[in-house]
């Protein structure tokens, strides 16, 4: 199914009798190392039913999250089922017999929530902001293109050079080269002549080969825009290729991977594309640091909880940043949704006692992402500089 009509097909869910969960599950190279997602998955749910049991829910009701939570769990457990993204949301209500899943670019949290309607507003962020990735896998004959997006991966074209169906072996006649005998002053040089004429050959054609793809892929994008372009292959080709790109695909480039084109599969290709854009993340973290420290000298950003918690209610917020794993308790007003720290009544704009959540920080993450801001999940070194969230302002009060 087509990653926008799904969203739109959860945003029209209703139900009065049988909750709907929500999951969001990370699966990293950190998360799957010893398989580390299934045991978050185990304690999420086991959270989650502590506090549906405590509540006000019906028995068929409760029954039919029991059954989501089985089926999300079977689900989890087939690793073949979680091959080529970096994050899982799935999204079910046995009672109503709805079943999504979307597997993902990354995952800003995790998060499993059983409730009247859908989570789905990272997967409305993911889809506005992730864009597509085109790979272009080469060797000195052959090339292949794949485009990466949400709805999953896609071989566009397999091409052979025209002239790469004969022997690129030189073969000489009788088992030795042809010579070019040179006489200069009276003596004589033996020049392996046809051989290198071969090989000059051999070169050209590869340079045709690799400017033609080059013009092709540039037809491609004209037509199918795409963000960003991974050059995959031989290491003579993937040295060389580049010489050949227009410039507005070089600016697209997130690097280079050297693999075998006659054996690299599309989920390989994913993976790779994600390692690369995993790691230009990890780079724009250091700026976005910086662009954090220096704004908040000078009131244009704000750190720690409290204040952000503040902005995101004045509706401040350009980018939200937040350490990876922090964890804050809090409450929410019944009625505005505003979050606080405290529970007392003249917190809450319409007059009501909060109620207490489990981890405010997911709650101000879905407050941001309905205001239309940026998430940054910050993995760096450097976070030291936020105390565990903060925020970039787009305006100073």
Known sequence: MDFRNGINELIKFKSERYPIV??????????????????TLKGMIKEERD????????????????????RISDFIENTDSLTACRGVAVFSSSGEGVWRVFKLPLVYR???VADWSPLVRQLVTINDEFGDIVAVIIDRKRARLFRIGLNGVDEILDYFYPEATRSTKFQAREGKSIQRVTRIGGGEIAHGYGEYSFNRMIEDEMQRHLK????????????NRFDWLIMGGAEQALADFPNHLHTYLKQRSLGTITVDINTIKPDEIAERALDLLERRERKNEEKLLEEFGEKLRVGLAVNGIRDTLKALMMGQVGILLVVE??????FKCPESGVLVLEKRDNLCPEGKTPIPVVDIVDDAIEEALGQRAEIEIIFN?????????????????
């Open 22 to 39: 929500s999951l969001y599950l990370k699966l990293g190279p950190k998360e799957r190392e010893n398989f580390k997602y299934k045991i």
């Open 325 to 330: 794993g922090f964890t804050h308790p809090g």
């Open 212 to 223: 033609y793809v080059s013009e092709r892929l540039f037809d491609y994008y004209k037509e």
């Open 51 to 70: 506090r549906l049991h405590k509540g006000d829910l019906t028995k068929e009701a409760l029954e039919s999250v029991e059954a989501d939570f089985r």
């Open 110 to 112: 995790n998060r499993l």
């Open 381 to 397: 070194e450097e976070r030291k500089r936020l105390d565990g969230i903060g925020a970039i302002l787009r305006f100073k009060l």
